[in-house]
């Protein structure tokens, strides 16, 4: 089974800094990879995604994220850091289940946190 | 604009009378899954419909049971809540699960 590990729970970062938001996966199979916001109390925003193709992905609100098969990791990463940006980031894979439709493998979470 | 839609955004219900939470969509998606989301955790998937196909994740309790009586529908029944089902609940759709979800707003759901 698939499984996705983001490392750090809480991120704080000042505005106008670098935000890297880590996540690694296991997949014995190419993955399709999602990054997910969700801002209090909503539902969650697809950031942006990776199926195939071109390796660095660029999503809304300036996110990108770059797919490194040989070190297992989606990363997410914004070059300045807004207070808009404060909120929950997940990383998830889809994997195929026992019926193989795709379902997604989520995260733990990072909460980002931005500082005046 | 499509979107999917989850009402209502909040709803309170007494410890043990049933409720619903409804969900629908615009987007023509064929699978829409409910998820249960409690505090500073990852969403937990529930259950989900691919076409009128229903699947049941393992680990979800007979309390918790779904129907969809069209593409555009599906609702969340709790048949009996406890305070430990106090939780969001968000719907999403996808075409296959093959380019990333759509999400509703979610529904809290409080039990007193």
């Known amino acids: 089974a698939q499984s996705v590990t983001q490392l750090g729970s809480h991120v704080s970062v000042s505005e106008g800094a670098l935000v890297l938001l880590r996540c690694n996966y296991s997949s014995s199979v190419p993955p399709y990879l999602f990054w997910y916001v969700q801002y209090p109390n909503q539902g969650l925003q697809l950031l942006l995604k990776?199926?195939?193709?071109a390796t660095l992905v660029k999503g809304i609100n300036g996110f990108e994220a770059e797919f490194k098969k040989s070190e297992t990791s989606f990363h997410l990463t914004k070059p300045s850091a807004h207070m808009s940006d404060a909120a929950e980031y997940f990383c998830?894979?889809?994997?195929?289940?026992?019926?193989?439709?795709?379902?997604?493998?989520w995260g733990l979470g990072t909460s980002l946190a931005v500082n005046p | 604009d499509a979107m999917v839609i989850q009402n209502p955004r909040y709803q309170v219900t007494q410890f043990g009378k049933p409720v619903t939470l409804s969900c629908s969509q615009t987007l023509n998606h064929n699978v829409m899954y409910w998820y249960q989301q409690k505090s500073s955790q990852a969403p937990k998937l529930l259950f989900h419909?691919?076409?009128?196909?229903?699947?049941n994740e393992a680990d979800t309790p007979d309390n918790f049971q779904s129907r969809r009586p069209n593409t555009s529908f599906c609702f969340l029944d709790i048949r009996s809540p406890g305070l430990g089902d106090a939780a969001m609940y968000l719907c999403?759709?996808?075409?296959?699960?093959?380019?990333?979800?759509?999400f509703g707003s979610g529904t809290r759901l409080t039990v007193v």
């Open positions: 419909y691919y076409d009128k196909d229903f699947n």
């Open positions: 998830a894979v889809s994997e195929r289940d026992a019926g193989n439709n795709r379902k997604l493998i």
């Open positions: 999403a759709t996808s075409m296959g699960g093959l380019v990333g979800y759509t």
């Open positions: 990776y199926t195939t193709g």
